[in-house]
């Protein structure tokens, strides 16, 4: 008996020091493939084939980053990164330099280093990709043109649920802008509605405008059935490479964030807004870099206040400390499907610094309301977002340290730049109690406005209005009166939300007859115009 007891002893020390040395070796290996250390050339790319095989000579001082750290090119162009698995090597495009583009016109800056992959159950994900020679990661760069002076096409979400959605999307925008004066476009995020699928025919749709395409992520371009972050990001980076990254173009300097974090805890998974520690260290890195005076634009989904709560308030603060010492600072987002100016001050916790306030953009959506409405002739939702915003798009000019924003209204002229309301017809006794609103879309805050009726009558300061936009809600009220199965009941594109609406009582006395309201918006960057005739009867 004893005997047998020793040899089950003996068995069971054996197998235990098979399994300790299994594990070891399998830690050993998990520990060593865990870690790379990778170097390369960033090079001017002569034949423009994209590898470093014709005596092509190095770039000094362009930064390469592993989505933490970044290093600066030697005089050769050589660099040098440690990095994890599972993460992106990357070049951050200096000024007058281009990246290669691929297909579709998406910037190609980047190589990934997984030994897994990234992916869930409901889309396919990103397969696992690793460079033959890890000290030959090279970056190819050419030399391009690049003045103080330049434009950025800027759309808020594409966000097509299906083709059907994408078609209102060709058809209302994207032909319009096909052909573009521009240096490059980008999409806030959300730019497809869940279906992950559909990512590649809108890259064939954006693709044709003719530009290099910066495709932001959004809350709505990851795979939901993911456990992680990474794995719910696999579909986005087959198509778009990594979901955060730094470039320059001009006299500008340009940060894509990620900033949906998503969440898994038992059954629940949500999002929130967030950048996540390995992030906040790559955003600190690269404004190091830069000087505290540059103009910096950040390029996100989700605004940094009145949307989606933060996941780590702590991270909140972190980050808007770092912003206020960078007075030329601007954030623009998307996500709320309206279009407004938001100046983060002290009452939402801006810690002052440089700046008394951060300029945040919420940016108007080319899908509008989720495509929600009735079509019009051309078979195309109205879409009008819950602000009183037409679908739309947002042209940024740059010059040097200066810059602006300018809305233009998707198939409108260029100068529609508000809607007026008022009544078509007021009888004389009720003239005095006849309110007129005017939505001026991209009017920055503390913007004048002013309204007159008919060329000689005496210019009158129109007051800002918190209340619904009539004219939004006339049209609301209209289509919801079709029934049950009207497309604006089923987008659930109720709770008006004014940002940029004033209002003022008509207060003089006029004789029946037909006159024309006109109304002027003066603000720091322009001088808008709009007009409205009304009726007034005995």
Known sequence: MYQNVNNFTSAVRLCLKALLFLFTATFLQTAAFAQHTVSGTVFDDLNGNGQLDAGEEGVEGVMVSNGREITVTDRNGNYQLDTEDNSYIFVIKPRGWATPVGEHNIPQFYTLISSEGAGADNFRGLNPG?????????????????????????????????????????????????????????????????????????NELIGNIGLPWRHIIGNHDIDFSADNNWDARGAYFRNYGPSYYAFSWGSAHFIAVDNIRWIVKEDERYYRLGYGEQQMEFITNYLDQIGEDELVFFLSHIPLVESTAWEDDAERVQFYELLSRYPNAVTFSAHTHRHYHRYITAEDGWPGGESEYHHSISMGTVN?????????????????????????????????????????????????????????????????????YANVFNALPGAKVEFRIGKSGEWKVMEVATERDPLYMAMHDRELALGGDAPFRQSGMGNPDPKHL???????????????????????????????????TE
Not at 167 to 177: H, I, S
Not at 387 to 410: E, F
């Open 130 to 202: 690793m460079p033959e020679d890890l000290n030959s990661v090279n970056f190819p760069l050419s030399p391009q043109e690049e003045p103080d002076d330049f434009r950025v096409l800027v759309f808020g979400d594409t966000q097509p649920r299906n083709l059907e959605e994408l078609n209102y999307l060709m058809n209302d925008t994207v032909q319009e802008v096909i052909g573009f004066d521009a240096a490059f476009g980008t999409t806030l995020g959300d730019l497809v509605f869940d279906d992950l699928d559909l990512f590649e025919p809108l």
């Open 368 to 436: 509008g309301s989720w495509w929600a409405g009735y079509p019009d002739a051309y078979g195309i939702p109205h879409s009008l977002m819950r602000d009183g915003t037409p679908i739309g798009y947002g042209l940024l000019d740059i010059n040097g340290k200066d810059w602006k924003l300018t809305y233009k209204v998707s198939r409108r002229l260029a100068d529609f730049q508000m809607h007026i309301h008022a009544e078509n017809e007021v009888p004389v006794d009720r003239l005095r109690n006849t309110e007129v």
């Open 502 to 536: 004033w209002k003022a009582t008509i207060s003089e006395d006029l004789e029946p007859g037909t006159y024309t309201i006109y109304v002027r918006a003066e603000d720091e960057w322009a001088n808008f115009e709009g007009r409205r005739m009304i009726r007034i």
